[in-house]
């Protein structure tokens, strides 16, 4: 009887989990998408300039954003701010 309660807590906090993976999959789709269909013209654009950068100053904003990301889940993970 316990390991069927613990067997099916299991299973429903690994669809939970799934759940958030594809929302959160779904809200980063939401959110990148914006920017092209407000100003499709300025993103094109903004593009053309983002390819003619340097790899190495590619890389730096990449890491940029890497570590401000792995912030952000740190912050709404461990701390009481998002609560």
Do not use: H
């Not at 958030?20 to 053309?48: C, K």
């Amino acid at each position: 009887m316990i390991k069927q309660a613990v067997e099916i807590a299991d299973a429903t906090c690994y669809y939970a989990a799934m759940k958030l993976l594809i929302s959160l999959i779904g809200m980063v789709l939401i959110f990148e998408s914006l920017p092209y269909i407000a100003f499709p013209d300025s993103m094109r654009q903004w593009l053309r300039q983002l390819s003619e950068m340097e790899s190495p100053i590619l890389r730096i904003f990449g890491f940029f954003a890497l570590g401000l990301g792995l912030l952000l889940c740190y912050l709404a993970q461990r701390t009481f701010w998002f609560s």
